[in-house]
């Protein structure tokens, strides 16, 4: 019968020695049974794992990496932990994850390119399996590189690379921001803007090639795009950068909307921005939709519950971090095809916050 180690006052860690001791295996076995590599019987797993439960082993996952070569986590670096959007992508990594008998560690760049490459060379240093990564931008991606040299799987979560032929899971941006502002153009507006957190030198948008992040690029192409369909002269100063957090956002949204040629239509990046412009318009006694038409990226909680409710493109967020995740797991477990980029489609839910401009009142 097997008896649980007694010892009083003692705080020793159960070993695998102990735990073959007790099954009366060889350390080797009790090794390979408690790693789960190599050839061992039913019978003998039976009573190993018998043994440390009895004994209440924990195995050393540092110990174990260095045996198996496997620690059994995957590492995640996104661009903002919270925003809502990454909060439910990662989500759905660590959903997948579970499932597949693997463990997550999260780091936050805040999209600042040298923080990635830190949290980069931590997880690679903590022996992760395989990286999922949101790119802070693509100039600069040699740490990507490296870690696909080195054999570790990894995938790109939101943001594809051009000419970095890895697996990689993106929503319909360009299509999805074509699709947002056409309706603003249906509804008459000719002011429109659109607002991101993205910045550069001068805090001034002047050509596409200062963005450097795949999404946002591909949401201003087609920002762009539809205001030249719609005969809108020169639609790249309606493009503003810099909402890179509450304090910025409220200053673009205020001297914006205090301008004699005011934007009548506002298309947001993100729902934080959004949420930020929703309370300037109100505490400048405006109103949405009369004063302002609002659309955002994202179905975060808030734009359901306001007066009126905010119309939203709605990104299959949680799939995106489920799908990202299982295409790395297949990876780890030995699958070697060819790298996939999976575009997933994206929809727009229409509410209160899109009306007619004033002057077509």
């Known amino acids: 019968m097997l008896q649980r180690m007694k010892n009083p006052g003692k705080t020793r860690s159960v070993t695998v020695s102990d735990v073959a001791r007790e099954a009366k295996v060889s350390k080797a076995t009790a090794a390979r049974v408690l790693g789960g590599y190599g050839v061992f019987s039913d019978k003998v797993h039976e009573k190993v794992m018998a043994a440390a439960k009895a004994l209440d082993y924990r195995p050393n996952e540092l110990a174990r990496s260095m045996t198996t070569g496997k620690s059994g986590i995957i590492g995640v670096v996104v661009g903002d932990i919270e925003n809502p959007f990454f909060s439910l992508a990662v989500r759905g990594i660590s959903d997948a994850a579970r499932a597949a008998g693997l463990n997550v560690i999260l780091t936050n760049s805040g999209e600042r390119i040298?923080?990635?490459?830190?949290?980069?060379?931590?997880?690679m240093g903590k022996r992760?399996?395989?990286?999922?990564?949101?790119?802070?931008?693509?100039?600069?991606?040699?740490?990507?590189?490296?870690?696909?040299?080195?054999?570790?799987?990894?995938?790109?979560?939101?943001?594809?690379?051009?000419?970095?032929?890895?697996?990689?899971?993106?929503?319909?941006?360009?299509?999805?921001?074509?699709?947002?502002?056409?309706?603003?153009?249906?509804?008459?507006?000719?002011?429109?803007?659109?607002?991101?957190?993205?910045?550069?030198?001068?805090?001034?948008?002047?050509?596409?090639?200062?963005?450097?992040?795949?999404?946002?690029?591909?949401?201003?192409?087609?920002?762009?795009?539809?205001?030249?369909?719609?005969?809108?002269?020169?639609?790249?100063?309606?493009?503003?950068?810099?909402?890179?957090?509450?304090?910025?956002?409220?200053?673009?949204?205020?001297?914006?909307?205090?301008?004699?040629?005011?934007?009548?239509?506002?298309?947001?990046?993100?729902?934080?921005?959004?949420?930020?412009?929703?309370?300037?318009?109100?505490?400048?006694?405006?109103?949405?939709?009369?004063?302002?038409?609002?659309?955002?990226?994202?179905?975060?909680?808030?734009?359901?519950?306001?007066?009126?409710?905010?119309?939203?493109?709605?990104?299959?967020?949680y799939a995106l971090g489920k799908k990202v995740a299982e295409l790395l797991i297949r990876r780890l477990k030995g699958e070697t095809q060819a790298p996939e980029r999976i575009v997933l489609p994206t929809s727009i839910i229409e509410r209160g916050s899109v009306g007619p401009p004033l002057s077509s009142q």
């Not at 040298?114 to 997880?123: D, I, M, T």
């Not at 921005?273 to 990226?297: H, N, Y």
């Open 114 to 123: 040298e923080a990635e490459k830190a949290a980069v060379r931590v997880l």
């Open 128 to 317: 992760v399996d395989g990286l999922i990564v949101t790119p802070a931008e693509s100039r600069d991606i040699s740490h990507l590189r490296d870690i696909h040299r080195s054999g570790r799987p990894l995938a790109l979560l939101d943001r594809a690379l051009p000419g970095f032929d890895v697996d990689t899971v993106t929503v319909d941006d360009h299509e999805a921001a074509m699709r947002a502002t056409r309706m603003l153009a249906q509804a008459g507006h000719r002011q429109m803007a659109y607002v991101t957190a993205v910045d550069s030198a001068r805090h001034e948008y002047r050509d596409i090639e200062q963005i450097y992040t795949s999404s946002v690029r591909e949401r201003i192409e087609g920002f762009l795009a539809v205001c030249r369909q719609t005969d809108i002269e020169a639609p790249e100063r309606f493009v503003h950068l810099g909402a890179t957090g509450p304090d910025e956002t409220r200053a673009i949204a205020a001297r914006l909307l205090s301008r004699a040629d005011r934007p009548t239509a506002i298309l947001a990046s993100d729902s934080l921005i959004a949420l930020e412009i929703f309370r300037v318009v109100r505490q400048m006694g405006m109103r949405v939709p009369d004063d302002l038409s609002l659309i955002t990226f994202h179905n975060a909680d808030w734009t359901s519950v306001t007066s009126p409710p905010i119309t939203v493109i709605d990104q299959p967020v």
